[in-house]
């Protein structure tokens, strides 16, 4: 008791040092980080374009900006709506065959009984395109999938598809090779954290239900996929988060270069591709209006699924 | 008796038998699996090496997987068309290496510091500020990048690479490993060791927790460079000369008209541009891989 007192009175007598050590850090997150974002709040309420290449800006406005997010001219769901039912589309593909990969490779790599060699190459290699720059890859496949792509060829040799141009005229090949290349490049990621998150859990809760006669598939569903809850939510938040932002791959992969507009028809525009195309198109106010929707969104999502999964952890406790 | 047991033991044998068969072929299936989720991990990059040395018009007739001739060819294309973009190969290379070396060194400097700060002090306020950083860690920052470009455009940082540099001084999640890091693996008694020895403050940051925590910036500064190296989104809204390029930005140019036709150019383009990364993760595959997983346990 006495050595606490005197260590707290320690710190508190150097505690001043503290601030010194901390505000290199809170200063430029104050300027390049926070005060960007309040910045992009006020900017959705006022009435920026371009005009004949002469900024504009029209002053305070309510509700322009977000109501041309909202409803498009032609009562049709406007742009950012779509790119928002893009993004979704092309994440879920992506994370649902991830998440489920990345579970069965955990187990498999985890177990005790069916000790696979070379499990450290083979983690290794999985990873690899996690690491590399993601522009790159996007125009590597898209170069495969293209017109006279060596991929394209193939499928066309098989007599799967007729035309040299299936994959990039069509909406649903094209987001669903995006999806994949998502899928591909991270699913080596989740299975790292889900073998670290299967090894964190007490070994001697197997061996019981060893004991106990349970069969794996037993063992997966009522230790396994319980124990992992945390971190499979904060796999899920995460990837979440990411694939809102999702703009390297799709930029590249199925463009028109000159509006970076995805295609066909936007239906490979993110949002992230949207508020950029708004930028430089000089409509800062509606880009602004996009990019606080986007953060509302994910916030909203983020907290949703800390709340729901808490409040479940809760009443697992309380029934225990 | 006798006889009982004997017929016991073959039972048990023979269960062991079709036990340990069972336990084979689900060892065959799963590497199998394994096997072809290595092979489609690498097929993309082993396509590209060998288009890379193919003559355009036999990679438009179809698929090989056996190098050809043409890869000193297809570079001298590459490098004539890349001379009309304003920036050549090695000056994007060299744009993304003055940006992302001081950038990663930057972070790395900063996140310690500000890490030790909420470790080693106890101040007023540490517990709000520290609940501030966990509460921005996940705030993605591309929802800020409208007011950041207007913002830079004020300070006049618009085309610059300092609008890219500096930001890097605040990387909370950052910041919050190396404080995870630091409670596991740093004790404040040689701090205070080096306080009455007359150290100051700063000196004992510089000369002693630094070092400490070694392990855990050669982590993190992996992370981080590569991040820094493969960004796109930021520069891409924030640069505009030409000649300010980074290798990403400079990959995208051969989405352009410039490029569509030749695909040799294309490939080996591609692959200069991923080859350093390949070799940097064959080095340290090992470090990024335990890394991932100490980054993901967070709670």
């Not at chain 2, 990663?104 to 501030?132: H, Q, V």
Request: proline share 4%; hydrophobic share 50%; net charge positive.
């Amino acid at each position: 008791m006495a050595t606490q007192t005197v260590k707290k009175h320690k710190t508190i007598e150097y505690g001043r040092y503290g601030y010194l050590f901390i505000a290199p850090f809170f200063i430029v997150y104050l300027v390049f980080q926070l005060w960007p974002l309040i910045y992009t709040f006020i900017l959705s309420f006022q009435d920026i374009y371009v005009k004949y290449g002469d900024e504009i800006n029209d002053g305070f406005t309510l509700t322009k900006n977000y109501a041309s997010v909202f409803v498009a001219n032609d009562g049709t769901a406007s742009m950012a709506i779509r790119t928002f039912g893009n993004t979704a589309i092309i994440w879920i593909f992506n994370f649902i065959p991830q998440i489920l990969l990345s579970l069965l490779l955990a187990v498999w790599l985890t177990d005790t009984k069916v000790k696979l060699k070379g499990a450290g190459a083979f983690k290794v290699m999985v990873y690899l395109p996690n690491v590399i720059t993601a522009a790159s890859i996007s125009i590597l496949f898209f170069s495969m999938f293209g017109p006279n792509g060596p991929l394209t060829k193939l499928v066309m040799d098989l007599g799967w598809i007729d035309n040299n141009r299936f994959f990039i005229d069509n909406a649903a090949p094209t987001r669903g090779i995006i999806s994949f290349i998502q899928f591909w490049m991270w699913y080596g990621n989740t299975t790292l954290l889900l073998i670290s998150g299967v090894l964190g859990i007490n070994p001697s809760i197997f061996e019981a239900s060893d004991i106990d006669g349970c069969t794996g598939w037993q063992k997966f569903i009522h230790i396994t996929l319980p124990m992992l809850r945390p971190i499979m939510l904060y796999v899920l938040v995460t990837s979440l988060i990411g694939g809102l932002q999702m703009y390297d791959i799709p930029s590249l992969f199925n463009v028109n270069m000159n509006t970076g507009r995805g295609m066909p028809d936007d239906a490979s525009t993110t949002v992230t591709m949207y508020i950029r195309f708004l930028t430089k198109t000089g409509n800062f106010g509606r880009a602004a209006a996009v990019s606080v929707i986007l953060f509302l969104v994910t916030l909203i999502l983020s907290v949703l699924f800390f709340v729901f999964m808490g409040d479940r952890d809760k009443k697992a406790k309380k029934k225990g | 008796m006798s006889n009982d047991k004997i017929s016991v033991s073959t039972a048990t044998r023979m269960e062991d038998a079709s036990y340990s068969r069972k336990i084979l072929a689900a060892k065959i299936f799963r590497i199998t699996i394994c096997v072809i989720l290595c092979i489609i991990s690498l097929f993309p990059f082993y396509l590209m090496i060998i288009n890379a040395t193919r003559y355009t018009k036999d990679i438009e007739t179809g698929i090989s997987f056996i190098p050809s001739g043409f890869f000193i060819q297809n570079w001298n294309t590459l490098m004539e068309k890349s001379a009309g973009l304003g920036t050549s190969l090695w000056g994007a290379i060299l744009n993304s290496a003055i940006i992302t070396f001081p950038g990663t060194i930057l972070t790395l400097y900063f996140s310690t510091m500000t890490a030790y700060g909420f470790f080693a002090y106890n101040f007023k306020g540490r517990k709000f500020l520290w609940a501030f950083i966990m509460a921005v860690m996940m705030v993605p920052g591309q929802v800020t990048i409208v007011g950041f470009l207007r913002f830079m455009q004020t300070l006049g940082l618009y085309d610059n690479f300092l609008a890219l540099i500096i930001p890097a001084i605040a990387a909370p999640t950052v910041v919050f490993f190396m404080r995870q890091y630091m409670t596991g693996a740093f004790s404040l008694e040689i701090v205070e060791a080096a306080r009455i020895d007359g150290a100051n403050e700063f000196r004992i940051f510089n000369t002693i927790a630094l070092p400490l925590m070694k392990p855990a910036i050669a982590t993190q500064a992996i992370f981080a460079f590569i991040a820094s190296w493969n960004n796109l989104f930021t520069p891409n809204m924030l640069l505009a000369s030409p000649d300010k390029a980074t290798l990403p930005m400079f990959v995208q140019q051969m989405r352009t008209e410039q490029f569509t036709i030749d695909y040799g150019a294309i490939y080996i383009g591609l692959f200069i541009t991923i080859l350093p990364l390949i070799i940097v993760y064959l080095f340290l595959s090992k470090y990024i891989v335990a890394g991932v997983a100490l980054g993901g346990v967070k709670d």
